[in-house]
C-alpha cells in the first residue's frame, strides 16, 4: 500500500520560496504520476503541477507556471515542488496525490492515494 506524507509547509513573506517534499513509503514510485494540489479555505481544489512517472512535468494553471517547478528524485522515493515568489494567494494546504493507471490529466478526475497535507502561509 502507497503511503505518501507531505513536508517543508510553512510560513514564508510574499516572493519567498519554499520547497514542499512528497515521500513515499510502503511501494516504489517511480511508476506512478504524481500531482500537488492545494486547497484554501472556503475555495474549492486547485491543480498545481504533476510529474509523470517518465519524468515529465507540467503545471495545471498559468498563475503558477514560471514560479512552480516539480522534480523527482526516485533514489529517495520523493517528489518536489520548488515553489517562488510566493503570493499571498498562494496560502493553502498542498498535498500531493498518485496514481499509477492515470496520468497527469487523469489525475484531475481522481487518484488512488494521497498525502495528509502541508500549509503553506504567505503572509508579511
Known amino acids: 500500500q502507497l503511503q505518501l506524507v507531505e513536508s517543508g509547509g510553512g510560513l514564508v513573506q510574499p516572493g519567498g520560496s519554499l520547497t514542499l517534499s512528497c515521500a513515499a513509503s510502503?511501494?516504489?514510485?517511480?511508476?506512478?504520476?504524481v500531482g500537488w494540489f492545494r486547497q484554501a479555505p472556503g475555495k474549492e481544489r486547485e491543480a498545481v503541477s504533476c510529474i509523470s512517472s517518465g519524468g515529465i512535468s507540467l503545471g495545471y494553471a498559468d498563475s503558477m507556471k514560471g514560479r512552480f517547478t516539480m522534480s523527482r528524485d526516485n533514489a529517495k522515493n520523493t517528489v518536489y515542488l520548488q515553489m517562488n515568489s510566493l503570493k499571498p494567494e498562494d496560502t493553502a494546504v498542498y498535498y500531493c496525490?498518485?496514481?499509477?493507471?492515470?496520468?497527469?490529466?487523469?489525475?484531475?478526475?481522481?487518484?488512488?492515494?494521497r498525502g495528509q497535507g502541508t500549509q503553506v502561509t504567505v503572509s508579511s
Open positions: 510502503g511501494v516504489t514510485l517511480n511508476y506512478y504520476h
Open positions: 496525490a498518485a496514481d499509477l493507471a492515470r496520468d497527469c490529466w487523469g489525475l484531475l478526475d481522481g487518484y488512488d492515494f
